[in-house]
């Protein structure tokens, strides 16, 4: 995994390959993504930026190939159900 | 996620790495784990917190809420090779079960460690199958649906 303790400005890229888009320019140019997530396919790889172990790095899901992941999305921070 | 990482030694003992995803920044992460998180579990939530600020990855795993702008409870189950295995999302309002996440993990192992497959509520230790011809019309023999209870 690389070594970017970013500071403010850093961007990662996001979804990588597959049906994935650069990012838009306007908000009115974003289009309707197709899913890519099923179940016995190969999850869409992404980059992503992160607070790990206190520092901010990007990563990427590739990173973890050989190992079991589970990825976890939630609604937002400071929510408890 | 704090349920999540209260489990975390037993994940990470079979070998399982989590990634936490929401659309906060990261530096909301940083001050939610200072703040709050590290008062509920020592040390604080113990796996990265990845930031999805555009919902863009939460859109390609179809959990990305465009009107709240917010990421739904997904869970995906990756195995090594990268192929998601499992899934699992949730409206806001409820949360997930843990001990159905570390029984999928097992179950999944199992099944890739030996071939077999594994009935209703499975469990190591208890009976797997052998998928084959022979089991056709004769899964009664060898499993009950009480066992998955």
């Known amino acids: 995994m690389p070594e970017n303790d970013d500071g403010c400005v850093s961007t990662a890229r996001g979804p990588i390959g597959g049906n994935a888009k650069a990012a838009p320019a306007r908000q009115e140019e974003r289009e309707v993504t197709a899913v890519t997530a099923r179940v016995g396919a190969a999850a869409p790889d992404f980059e992503a930026s992160a607070l790990v172990a206190g520092r901010f790095k990007n990563l990427r899901l590739s990173d973890y190939l050989g190992h079991w992941v589970v990825l976890c999305f939630y609604p937002g921070d400071f929510t408890f159900v | 996620m704090t349920a999540v990482a209260a489990r975390y030694a037993e994940l990470r003992a079979l070998d399982v790495e989590v990634l936490s995803v929401s659309t906060d920044s990261r530096f909301v992460h940083k001050i939610w784990q200072a703040d709050e998180l590290e008062r509920m579990v020592p040390g604080g939530v113990p796996f990265p917190m990845l930031s999805d600020q555009n919902g863009r990855i939460g859109e ?34 409820v949360g997930r079960n843990v001990d159905e996440l570390i029984r999928q993990v097992q179950a999944f192992q199992h099944v890739r460690a030996t071939g077999e497959v594994t009935p209703s509520g499975w469990r190591p230790g208890q009976t797997a199958l052998h998928p084959s011809p022979d089991l056709a019309g004769a899964v009664w023999k060898v499993w009950r649906p009480q066992q998955g209870q």
């Open chain 2, 60 to 93: 390609i795993y179809g959990v990305y809420d465009e009107a709240a702008g917010v990421d739904l409870r997904g869970r995906f189950l990756i195995d090594p090779d990268g192929v998601i295995q499992a899934m699992e999302v949730l409206t806001p309002a």
